[in-house]
């Protein structure tokens, strides 16, 4: 066979094996990354191990469905059926058939859980059941002194990125950098200066992501941060207590000055300090024309030419 009839032969067969690669690499790119059981050894002090396990397979097999939706959508629709918790989602968020049999054979473990109010405290098994549940997106929780199962819906929103927009994924850089759940029993979870720190977060997302869709989400959470640090009335830390005759105590002002300190230059600090010479001029008491000024300043829209330039917020924890 003559040279340049070899290399005809052999140059389609070298474009075949080519193309083959990049289709591999390029599957192996999109292909989602599934939830498996790994191996865990015994855990027969903790739990009925049988039941645990059928029921860990099965919340497995529904975590893959949910990815495996997600494959086959454009990023736009992903972007809809996320925000819009779709079926699949809230299969996951809900308490569906799956969940309700983990919490059924892990109830001894949460039993001891509450009990406990540490999980330091537990002895290894159980403290082994909720490092497996946790590796698959399952956390503890408690209310009303009952224990229970949640979904660890922004641990899970990891897997989902692949599939999402730059302009979604930015919007969840902020959202899952920030605990999920902020009250129990009538009180927050968390310090005034987290809280102004975190609404500090969003105000900086709304800066830089002017034309987002993900703006208007933004700008919500932005007025519940804010809501929540001028305005509290929860029970258990109201902004302005009973036994102060509804003036706002020191240790409160004391952290939202922090919050102006931490973020000068920002937006937040302007309303924050605004709102303490406001309220200072009525011995720290809130009137129905300082909340309806201030509650105004909070809803109104953000308009920015240039994006804050001062540092990131700093001096407070992201704890989930």
Sequence with gaps: MKPRRLVLCILPAILLLFNAMVFTASSAQTAPAYVTIKPYGSLAKA??????????????R?????LDEFRQMSDNVADRAFMGR?????????????????????????????RHGDSDKLRQDDRKVLSI?????????????TPFLVFDRAAFNGRLLPYLSSA?????????????????????RYSVKQMGGWAVEWERFIAANQHSLYRDDAQKRYHFFMAYILF???????????????????????ELRAVTAMNAGTRTATI???????????????SKGIKQTFSNAIEAPFRYKNAPTDKRPSGFSHRR
């Design 47 to 60: 739990l009925d191990e049988r039941t645990f396990k059928s029921a860990l397979e099965d919340w497995a």
């Design 62 to 66: 529904q975590c893959n469905h949910v």
């Design 86 to 114: 779709n079926d699949f989602l809230k299969e996951l968020e809900e308490d569906n058939g799956h969940m309700a049999r983990l919490q059924r054979v892990t109830s001894p473990v949460l039993l001891r859980w509450q």
């Design 133 to 145: 549940l946790k590796e698959y997106y399952i956390v503890p929780e408690s209310a009303e002194g």
């Design 168 to 188: 979604l994924r930015a919007y969840l850089k902020v959202h899952d950098s920030q605990p999920q759940k902020f009250f129990y029993d009538a009180a927050c």
């Design 232 to 254: 509290s009335d929860l029970d258990n830390t109201p902004a302005f207590p009973r036994h102060t005759r509804g003036k706002m105590e020191q240790s409160w002002i004391g």
């Design 272 to 286: 924050v300090n605004d709102y303490l010479n406001a309220l200072k001029s009525n011995d720290y008491k809130l």
